[in-house]
């Protein structure tokens, strides 16, 4: 059977859609890029990075890269972008997929663009991320403190890092991702530093994406990296009398919740690094003003 002709795409919005991989889901990475090639309403450039492996599952027309490292989930990330912006006319838009995340319409990321171009204020714009149902959400994937109505939209002061549309400009402007923190709080550093620059970010409730409904601490490295960049994120960016309330608020929880599901002896050594690591890492802390901006948004930034 001849396959249909591959849509039009002159005059459409451009994204640039970053996938990372290390080849261990084949058969999820596979439906995550069927349902991106059906994307409609936009010109989808894709690269795929192999985060210390060869991409075993890359669709037709992308762009591949090879780190002979695993360099991190942040750091596997710029090098997409730096990638997409090497081969030429980088797009004004950058998507971060996560290779088990689906489209769930043929529509989402035309939709995501049309809402940002909507609010020229806000640097990126995040989709509900739900499971395959449509319509469960962790409490853990909604972008704002107050989340009993889940399909409320609105400013928002973090992002789920995993399903965000970025602006390239603003993106590149404040230094992209921050490598050294692995995995684990990337995006609370990235918007925080993109509120700094005078940016902002949405939350699209009414546009989906579905994720698998896995747990954060199937990761081995989950309560040490966690615990331990919730220091550094707060070292790189809060002004100074800020730090201990910050800290203290996430330490009492962060405790309450290893104690009550396990890690707590991984969260303590990764509370214990972030502590006496801290100073290795470069403060550009923000401005009073943008406290105020992230407080006016709901999320001061002692919470």
Same mark, same amino acid.
């Given at each position: 059977?001849?396959?249909? *002709?591959?849509? &039009? ?17 084949? &058969? ?20 795929? $990075? ?8 890359? *669709?037709? /027309? ?25 081969? /030429?006319? =980088? ?12 489209? *769930? ?7 995501? $663009? ?10 990126? $714009? ?25 399909? +409320? ?12 549309? !970025? ?7 404040? /230094?992209? @991702? ?26 699209? &409730?009414? !546009? ?56 707590? /002896? +991984?969260?303590? +050594?990764?509370? +214990?690094?972030? @502590? ?23 999320? =001061?930034?002692? !919470?």
């Amino acid at each position: 059977m001849t396959p249909p *002709p591959a849509p &039009a795409t002159e005059g459409l919005p451009r994204v640039d859609v970053v996938l990372l991989t290390m080849n261990n889901r084949p &058969a999820e990475e596979a439906a995550a890029q069927t349902t991106l090639r059906a994307q409609r309403g936009v010109d989808v450039r894709v690269v795929v $990075v192999g985060n210390g492996c060869t991409p075993e599952v890359v *669709p037709a /027309g992308a762009l591949t890269v090879c780190l002979s490292e695993n360099v991190g989930v942040p750091g596997g990330r710029n090098v997409g972008a730096a990638a997409l912006r090497e081969a /030429g006319d =980088p797009a004004g838009w950058l998507f971060f997929l996560d290779n088990d995340a689906a489209f *769930p319409r043929l529509d989402v990321l035309a939709r995501l $663009v049309a809402e940002a171009e909507r609010r020229p204020d806000a640097a990126w $714009v995040q989709p509900r991320l739900t499971g395959p149902d449509d319509v469960t959400t962790p409490r853990r994937w909604v972008p704002r403190l107050r989340a009993s109505n889940l399909g +409320r939209p609105g400013k928002v002061a973090s992002m789920t890092e995993g399903v965000v549309l !970025i602006r390239r400009d603003a993106f590149d402007a404040v /230094g992209g @991702w921050e490598d050294q923190l692995f995995l684990y709080h990337e995006g609370l550093d990235l918007a925080w530093r993109l509120y700094g620059a005078g940016w902002s970010g949405w939350y699209a &409730a009414s !546009i989906r994406m579905h994720h698998p409904l896995t747990q954060p601490a199937r990761h081995a490295l989950y309560h040490r990296l966690a615990a331990r960049n919730r220091i550094w994120v707060a070292h790189r960016n809060l002004p100074a009398p800020l730090i201990p309330f910050y800290l203290s608020v996430w330490t009492t929880i962060t405790l309450a919740r290893a104690l009550r599901d396990g890690g707590l /002896g +991984r969260t303590l +050594r990764g509370m +214990r690094e972030g @502590w006496t690591t801290r100073r290795a890492q470069r403060r550009r802390p923000m401005s009073w003003r943008t406290v105020y901006r992230l407080t006016a948004a709901g999320r =001061p930034p002692i !919470i």
